[in-house]
T-cell receptor, first 115, second 112 residues
């Protein structure tokens, strides 16, 4: 149990375009989902916390208009990187919490490359 | 900022126990100790968590000192597949609203 999927696993896009990444909790309802970013050889950095049916809470320094987060259902959250630039190239990872337990379950990650 | 201190790397022989230390001297009374690991190019995997009692599950054991200022994750019989970066994280309880702040972790290399 407690499986989180992400789609796509890998995406290459051109500079200036937008990319949407999906995060799904497959066997539980996630009241809260989290989005992280990880640069090569670095640790995970929390970008935002997404609660179903409400606006996401962004960490300091993360542009909410650039990284659009939608958590429209208890099993799906999406991250849209708008007007992508090469410096947005990174490994994006989501996690989900069932809400009644203390663990976060992570997706396999999405590798974004902006050319 | 991460509130834990871990050695940057450790080595362990296959089949032996791997003991990964973590210092969290500023831990608050309502903060749990979590351990996650990340195998290269994958999402982190939950291992175990605890508040003040020692915990054991099918993956590992967690030993927390009485003053809660440090803990040790024990993998009883390490295998090559246990090679990963192990993160020790302290975070307040609170159901779905807690945050996980990842530090640099410990790169555990299990050698044949």
């Amino acid at each position: 149990g407690a499986v989180v999927s992400q789609h796509p696993s890998r995406v290459i896009c051109k500079s200036g375009t937008s990319v949407k990444i999906e995060c799904r909790s497959l066997d539980f309802q996630a009241t809260t989902m989290f989005w992280y970013r990880q640069f090569p050889k670095k640790s995970l950095m929390l970008m935002a916390t997404s609660n179903e049916g409400s606006k996401a809470t962004y960490e300091q320094g993360v542009e909410k208009d650039k990284f659009l987060i939608n958590h429209a259902s208890l099993t799906l959250s999406t991250l849209t990187v708008t007007s992508a630039h090469p410096e947005d190239s990174s490994f994006y990872i989501c996690s989900a919490s069932p809400g009644q337990s203390y663990e976060q379950y992570f997706g396999p990650g999405t590798r974004l490359t902006v050319t | 900022d991460a509130k834990t201190t871990q050695p940057p790397s450790m080595d362990c022989a296959e089949g032996r126990a791997a003991n990964l230390p973590c210092n969290h001297s500023t831990i608050s009374g309502n903060e749990y100790v979590y351990w996650y690991r990340q195998i290269h190019s994958q999402g982190p995997q939950y291992i175990i968590h605890g508040l003040k009692n020692n915990e054991t599950n099918e993956m590992a054991s967690l030993i927390i000192t009485e003053d809660r200022k440090s803990s040790t994750l024990i993998l009883p019989h390490a295998t090559l597949r246990d090679t990963a970066v192990y993160y020790c994280i302290v975070s307040a309880s609170g159901g779905s609203n807690y945050k996980l702040t990842f530090g640099k972790g410990t790169l555990l290399t299990v050698n044949p």
